[in-house]
């Protein structure tokens, strides 16, 4: 069951009792998750649904900005829930200027990295990099000692990428290469520590996985850069939003994927973490550093219709706060690719006997497996921009023979645990 979180994201899950009834909160962005459930016997709160499992309960998740209020049992209504915080999006007068908003930048951006790393021996950062851990990377190492970890297929763009940064940045890096056997071994893990067994999910979750897993005989907290590229403009499919349908459409997505970050993101990630007792902290959804995204034009993210990179300011501070151009100006891959795990994860499927044929024998889809569309790809990029982002059918049903031997898909809740059970290829 979890408590509080640490001074270092002051607005992450927290309760409070007087002994008679509990307030819960979840924090704003929803860095940290919650879930909460309710039986004859009483109510029971944890970050992971797990520990409501093991009570024979399921758990709903408590949405970011919400109070939770558990009276005492016996009363009619034990949960009552109440949202009292949201995003601060201005709307109003922005920041345009080049210069101002690189200011207003660096300082909130460094005081986030500054309050979540000064009290520490050490730090590690999950490491692709990229602009955005690279730069975490360089200003927390003005703080505090830094370790750099990454995880990849043998050979995989995002591993030569992370030593190639690590070495000209002067950063102690630890790599993990996987080959098909590692993969394969580590899924029910996996699938298991984030709860879930999409596809898109699990694809982008074993590198992190693998990454942190090395993390853990060293540090007790990690930083990464999630929540620039919704912040910034990062995605690839902003720009296509941005010829399509204009630039206010454009900044109406980016908030989006804001407000769904703790969805796709976040909690797959703190989970992860949690898995191997390590603490998450996440400087970019700083509530400062958010304010002040917001508040910087978007002609200085995405600058027009041409602007194949996106993140523009954030890449200039970057280089201004000494991370090498070549980085920062580096174009973005989409982390399962670069890690090179959609494809092993689409062969492994194979090798175990999932193909096209079974598919089509069983009238499965993965579309009708998987009803939330997770991941601002899956969600609409696909709509603008090309990419592979489709769920393979018969790699998702191999995941989903996984998810139910591991208690992930539950046999009495989805009317696909027939199918997956008929499938009878793995174990």
């Known amino acids: ?17 007087d002994g008679e009834e509990v307030i819960l909160a979840r924090d704003a962005v929803g860095v940290k998750q919650l879930y909460i459930d309710e039986s004859e016997e009483g109510v029971a709160f944890a970050s992971e649904k797990k520990a409501l499992w093991k009570i024979g309960m399921e758990g709903r998740r408590i949405p970011p900005g919400c109070i939770v209020k558990l009276g005492r049992p016996g009363r009619e209504s034990k949960i009552k829930i109440k949202k009292v915080l949201g995003l601060k999006v201005r709307r109003g007068r922005r920041i345009e200027n080049e210069e101002r908003a690189l200011k207003a930048y660096q300082k909130s951006l460094v005081e986030a990295v500054k309050k979540r790393t000064e009290e520490l021996d050490r730090a590690g950062i999950i490491f692709s990099g990229g602009v955005d851990s690279v730069l975490v990377a360089k200003l927390a190492s003005n703080f505090t000692e830094v370790k750099c970890y990454t995880a990849g297929v043998e050979g995989s763009s995002d591993v030569e990428y992370a030593r190639a940064a690590a070495e000209r940045m002067g950063f102690e890096l630890e790599v993990r290469e996987l080959n098909l056997r590692d993969v394969e071994k580590c899924l029910p893990e996996v699938i298991r520590a984030i709860e879930d067994r999409s596809f898109n999910q699990v694809e982008v979750a074993i590198p992190v996985y693998a990454s942190v897993e090395l993390a853990s005989r060293d540090v007790k907290v990690m930083l990464t850069g999630q929540g620039a590229d919704e912040l910034f403009g990062g995605y690839p499919w902003y720009r296509s ?55 910087i034009d978007s002609r200085l993210k995405v600058r027009d219709e041409r602007d194949e ?60 497996s998987i009803e ?3 991941g601002s790809s899956v969600r609409y990029g696909y709509l603008f921009s090309k990419g592979g982002w489709r769920i393979p059918d018969f790699a998702q049903l191999y995941l989903d023979c996984i998810a139910l031997e591991t208690g992930v898909l539950k046999e009495e809740l989805s009317e696909v645990a027939e199918i997956v059970e008929s499938a009878g290829v793995v174990g």
């Open 372 to 374: 939330e569309r997770l």
């Open 309 to 368: 990179l996106g993140k523009y300011i954030h890449r200039l501070l970057a280089c201004r706060l000494g991370v090498e151009r070549s980085i920062a100006f580096r174009p973005k891959e989409a982390a399962q690719h670069g890690s090179g795990m959609h494809d092993v994860l689409v062969e492994i499927a194979r090798k175990n006997g999932f193909d096209e044929e079974l598919v089509r024998e069983l009238n499965y889809s993965a579309e009708k």
């Open 1 to 17: 069951m979890e408590t509080t979180g640490s001074s270092a994201e002051p607005t992450a899950r927290s309760f409070v009792t």
């Open 241 to 295: 939003i941005l010829e399509k349908l204009g630039r206010h459409e454009m900044e109406n997505y980016m908030v989006k994927d804001l407000e769904m970050l703790y969805r796709e993101t976040l909690e797959r990630e703190d989970k992860i973490t949690m898995a191997h007792s390590i603490e998450l902290r996440v400087p970019y959804l700083d509530p400062g550093v958010i304010d002040t995204a917001f508040r």
